[in-house]
């Protein structure tokens, strides 16, 4: 698909960034007749379509039935200044159900999560595949306070629940030749509106596809998350089972997931298949390494405030988790690896 490229924005680091990418944005899917790929995480915002997302109401923008989860809590992080309930439900990317941020939790409330199916197969000596109750009790929970960085420049804090998926991987027992693992969403058209109809899905080709090293995946930060604020997941976010790399842009999460796979090559991913030149296959969060069309240096924390409230802050190399993730790529070109 043909991706139109911009000439970047003199603009860099300031508060005015924001509407300078929402403009060159609107200004693309204009140009191209539909929300193609050249616009995807760069989603059309409409103010009207957000209004409840920025009257700061209680979390009651999603109908569907959550559960309390037993976790144990986050004491690491408290410090962190979380992103209200409210917006984390209803500010999202799931292009499955819309490419409008308001969209998936609009369209998704209906969505079925249970029975569900995961399987874990692949390059390893004891495949399993999990029920839905599996995902929630096979192992002890924890909280997780982590920091998303979205590639299109806007970031949250949010109070995840889940599991490390190295717990998960050391269950099957990958063998030698598992260099990579190949997430796959739910691919259910009729339940998925995105995903049939080319205008709501942004025209990207589905199922939704990602991938990880195997160090990435084994790594303690990766997280498979049931929950967020204590309850299990809203299909918006990913229910009943998506995946969380803190350090990554936010499109290596991916939602709704049924296949994880152990695999010997770099699996094709989704948006990095669509523009390999925007999307990498690492996509570790970099400051350093702009986005062809917008800058990379900063971005706007969704805090209480509004769409424009003045809360642009410095973005931090892998997304401030350095320290923990940096060495998997010590002798890496990051700019020749985005
Ligand atoms: N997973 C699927 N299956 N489909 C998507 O469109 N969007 C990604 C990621 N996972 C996406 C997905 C993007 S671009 C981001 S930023 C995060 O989900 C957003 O997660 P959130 O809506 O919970 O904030």
Redesign the pocket.
Known sequence: MLIKTPPKSALKTSDITDESVYIQRRQLIKSMGFLGAGAL?GSVISKTANAGFFDNKDADASSFKTTPLKFTADKDNVSLIKTPEQK?ISH?????FGAQKNQ?AELSQNFKVNPWQLSISGECDNPITLDYDDLTTMFALEERIYR?R??EAWS?VVPWIGFSLADLLKKVAPNSSAKYVLFE?LHDPEQMPGQSDRRLGGGIAYP?IEGLRIDEAMNPLTLMSVGLYGKTLPP???APIRLVVPWKY??K????IVSIKLVREKPQTTWNKLAANEYGFYANVNPAHDHPRWSQASERRITSGGLFARNRIETLPFNGYGEQVAHMYKDMDLTKYY
């Open positions: 995480l984390v999202n990317n799931f292009y499955e998936p998303l979205c590639v949250m969403t939704y918006q976010n990913g936010g499109f999460s991916i939602k709704s």
